[in-house]
Antibody
Framework: EGKLVDFGGGLVQPGRSLRLSCEASGFNFDDYAMHWVRQAPGKGLEWVAGINWSNGRTAYVDSVEGRFTISRDNAKNSLLLEMNSLRAEDTAVYYC??????????????WGQGTLVTVTS | EIVLTQSPGTLSLSPGERATLSCRASQSVGSDFLAWYQQKPGQAPRLLIHGASSRATGIPDRFSGSGSGTDFTLTISRLEPEDFAVYYCQQYSTSPSPMYSFGQGTKLEIK
């Protein structure tokens, strides 16, 4: 099934940048679409960004479009999220997530442990 | 953009009872594109159901999903103590652009 380890979170001031990373193991990384999902403290889940496995096409939720960039390095089995112009409302636990293939396509079957990003002055 | 609304917000039941959780979409969702997750405090979510009604690997058969179009249901036939958690539905749509979204969650608590 695989394992994801996400890291890179921390305390950052509004307007600054932060890069999150995710290391994948136990599955053929370049065969799967990958995503970031976040959860603000005490709140629900919000899909943030995704990247296709075949052509690297990306998609974002409107609130981060133009500020966040998702990318992948298949040679290193890693997923990245570059976050710029951070706002207080970006404060959340960020999860690296693997999308299913086959009959479970469009569902998220493997999740990282989450990394906390806190945006505060 | 498709909005998912889950009800109730909180459901209070006892072990052994049957739980019925609802997820309603603002527009029709393809059945292949609807999933359910369980999240316990301090843990990452876990995939329970994909394709609206198919259990994910290792999920007990007391969990079942049903529905189509705009109305979907997660049923837990006989609640076990470990089932008390927060449950989320999630959908995928392609219009106007590829987009995934979650419902706001239903908290299943012990009565």
């Amino acid at each position: 099934e695989g394992k994801l380890v996400d890291f890179g979170g921390g305390l950052v001031q509004p307007g600054r940048s932060l890069r999150l990373s995710c290391e994948a193991s136990g599955f053929n990384f370049d065969d799967y679409a990958m995503h970031w999902v976040r959860q603000a403290p005490g709140k629900g889940l919000e899909w943030v960004a995704g990247i296709n496995w075949s052509n690297g096409r990306t998609a974002y939720v409107d609130s981060v479009e133009g500020r966040f960039t998702i990318s992948r390095d298949n040679a290193k089995n890693s997923l990245l999220l570059e976050m710029n112009s951070l706002r207080a409302e970006d404060t959340a636990v960020y999860y690296c997530v693997k999308e299913c293939r086959g009959v479970c396509l469009y569902a998220f079957d493997v999740w990282g442990q989450g990394t906390l990003v806190t945006v505060t002055s | 953009e498709i909005v998912l609304t889950q009800s109730p917000g909180t459901l209070s039941l006892s072990p052994g009872e049957r739980a019925t959780l609802s997820c309603r979409a603002s527009q029709s969702v393809g059945s292949d594109f609807l999933a359910w997750y369980q999240q316990k405090p301090g843990q990452a979510p876990r995939l329970l159901i994909h394709g609206a009604s198919s259990r994910a690997t290792g999920i007990p058969d007391r969990f079942s999903g049903s529905g189509s179009g705009t109305d979907f249901t997660l049923t837990i036939s006989r609640l076990e103590p470990e089932d008390f958690a927060v449950y989320y539905c999630q959908q995928y749509s392609t219009s106007p652009s590829p987009m995934y979204s979650f419902g706001q969650g239903t908290k299943l608590e012990i009565k």
